[in-house]
Each structure stands twice: as structure tokens, then as C-alpha cells.
């Protein structure tokens, strides 16, 4: 049997920079008994600012890594006090409590990647009534809940409607509108997950040719999708192609399919998300055909949006980032971006 094709990641690449906390906002926001009534604004930035960060637990996340590695790096670069404690629990609950410890830490501001829209927001409209201001970066919130421009200042990352449908229109010219789909979905409830299905599945229902034979939570995850394409190959015998949502997952499904006696691009059509460089090299090596970039390199647009938003300036309730899909007559020049 092969040897496992991926290595559990056990801590980040980078430790925590640690900070003493900065003061609160010089300026007084519009304030109730309960705190900010809506957002409040940002103290200029000087080498006292503390800026806090809460990111989220991935066992398999060289996305994750690569993402949290771009803040760490670019709060150093910069000279900041950045607040961070690395997760070590996929929970959601791990992240709210780290959240709220950045509240009573009362820094100058902090960066979130939601772990889901559900749990998070409500951490959202806390910072916001402590009188700290919230910039959101990779996965969204309930917009709904945690209002932008109101609740948080802004939200950088990518468009995972549009990803979802990138891949979807890149697979339809690839088979002229004939497919059989099983799809490998992320976390429940992430912002990623939500909008790469439904940028995905509407497109691919355009299409009377093509059909998703079924859809189901991989987690964002290599063993759970592993385990997942164990147990759906053998019911859809008929599938042609795997839509798989990120590339963890996708390597999970590499396994499976090899410890099965079958090959991923030969027995199987595979495409991803993310744009690691194991999934560019699986590309080349024709066991992936095509993958949609996720870009992880969000610090440097990220502490833009804080400085900008520290002198006053206004700025969007959201920032997005311009992805591209990756297949065999780009991947080369795409290489020196891998993560």
C-alpha cells in the first residue's frame, strides 16, 4: 500500500507575536451604556498600537498556514504588536473565547477569519460594542447578524461565489456540457463552502448534460475526504468527475482512489481549489486537471485597510482579491505563487 501522501500539520510556521495592549480609541465613538452603538473609528497608528488576531484550526491547512504566516509576517514587517494565539481545536468554540479575550485585551483592533458565519458573528457586534473595530479576511460572516460598514469595517478576501463558478465553467468547456459530478464540499456553514456550492451548482444547472450525483462535507479536510471518497466511489460508479473544494481534500481523494486500484485523471476527472504547490505539482503530474485559485496572501491588503481606515479614510465594506483558474497550459507560470 502507498505510503500516505500527506503530513498532519502540527503547529503554525511562525509563532505568536506578542504584544503589550494598546490603548483604546483616542477619538469617542457614538457610545450607549453598552458600549459603541456602531463602528468606532481607529486611533492613528503608532508603535504602542496592538493589533489582535484570531484565526482558526485546520489539521490539514497549508492554505491555513500559508494565510496565517502572510498576517504574522506583515504585522512584523510593519512594526506591529500583533496579538496572537495560534489555535489548537478545529471548534468554534475555541475561537470565540480567543475573540473575546482579544475584547478584554482591549486592543486597537482585530483581524478575524471566521471560523463559520454563524458562531462568529455575534463576536462581531461585541468587539464592535467594546469600541474595537473588526476587519473580516478570508471567510465571511452573517452579513445579516454582523452588518458591515456598521459591525465591522471591512471584509477582504476572495468572491467564493465566483470560485465556484470558475471551476464550474472551466469543467463545462472542458467536456462540452457532459458530466456526472461528485462534489466534496467544505466545513458546513463556512462562507467558503456555501459560496463555491452555490457558484458551482447553479452554473452546472444550466447545463442539461451535466448532473451532481451527489454533494456531501469533506470538511475542508484530507482523512475526512479520504474516508468520504471510500464510501461514494463504489455508490457512483457512473461519476466521471470529482468537484472537490479545496486542495486537501483533493489529496485525500488521490489516496482514496489509489487505495482502490484506481487513478485520479484516468479513472476519474478531479478539480480543486486553493492552488498549493502539491496541488500544482498533482497537476502537472495529470491527477488533477484544473484548479481555481484562492489566494491565502491577504496581510499586506489587510493592514493596508487597517492604516487606511486608522487616518480617516473611507473605505469599502468589502476588498476582493482577483483569482485565477490554473490547468495544464498555465500551471507553469502559476508555480512561483504555490504555497
Not at 464550474?168 to 456555501?194: C, N, P, R, Y
Not at 457512483?236 to 482502490?260: E, R, T, V
Not at 495529470?286 to 489587510?302: K, M, R, S
Request: aromatic share 8%.
Amino acid at each position: 500500500m502507498q505510503t500516505k501522501r500527506w503530513a498532519t500539520i502540527a503547529g503554525m510556521a511562525t509563532g505568536a507575536l506578542l504584544g503589550a495592549c494598546g490603548s483604546n480609541n483616542s477619538t469617542s465613538p457614538p457610545a450607549t451604556s453598552a458600549g459603541c452603538s456602531t463602528l468606532p473609528p481607529m486611533a492613528s497608528i503608532t508603535p504602542s498600537t496592538t493589533i489582535g488576531f484570531a484565526q482558526f484550526y485546520e489539521a490539514d491547512g497549508l492554505w491555513r498556514t500559508a494565510n496565517t504566516d502572510s498576517i504574522v509576517l506583515e504585522a512584523a514587517r510593519r512594526g506591529y504588536n500583533l496579538l496572537f494565539n495560534p489555535p489548537t481545536s478545529d471548534e468554534a468554540a475555541q475561537q470565540v473565547s480567543r475573540i473575546q479575550d482579544l475584547i478584554d485585551a482591549k486592543v486597537d483592533a482585530i483581524i478575524i477569519a471566521p471560523h463559520d458565519e454563524t458562531t462568529t458573528s455575534p463576536m462581531v457586534i461585541a468587539a464592535r460594542k467594546a469600541c474595537i473595530p473588526v476587519f473580516i479576511e478570508d471567510r465571511t460572516v452573517d452579513t445579516t447578524v454582523a452588518i458591515p460598514g456598521h459591525d465591522f469595517v471591512t471584509y477582504i478576501g476572495s468572491n467564493m461565489v465566483k470560485e465556484g463558478q470558475m471551476s464550474a465553467q472551466w469543467l463545462i468547456a472542458k467536456t462540452g456540457g457532459q458530466a456526472k459530478i461528485l462534489e466534496f464540499e467544505g466545513t458546513t456553514g463556512s462562507s467558503a463552502a456555501v459560496g463555491r456550492k452555490q457558484g458551482f451548482d447553479e452554473t452546472i444547472a444550466t447545463q442539461p448534460g451535466m448532473t451532481i450525483l451527489a454533494s456531501q462535507d469533506g470538511d475542508f479536510d484530507t482523512q475526512t475526504a479520504y474516508n468520504l471518497a471510500l464510501q461514494l466511489l463504489p455508490q457512483y460508479p457512473q461519476a466521471n468527475w470529482i468537484y472537490s473544494q479545496n486542495d486537501g481534500m483533493s489529496f485525500g481523494i488521490i489516496q482514496a482512489l489509489h487505495d482502490m486500484g484506481k487513478t485520479a485523471g484516468k479513472d476519474i476527472q478531479l478539480i480543486s481549489n486553493d492552488g498549493t504547490l502539491q496541488g500544482c505539482q498533482d497537476l502537472e503530474a495529470g491527477l488533477i486537471d484544473e484548479i481555481t485559485q484562492c489566494n491565502p496572501h491577504f496581510g499586506a491588503p489587510v493592514f493596508d485597510a487597517i492604516e487606511q481606515y486608522a487616518q480617516g479614510q473611507p473605505l469599502p465594506t468589502s476588498i476582493l482579491n482577483t483569482d485565477q483558474t490554473i490547468d495544464s497550459s498555465s500551471v507553469a507560470s502559476y508555480l512561483p505563487q504555490a504555497f
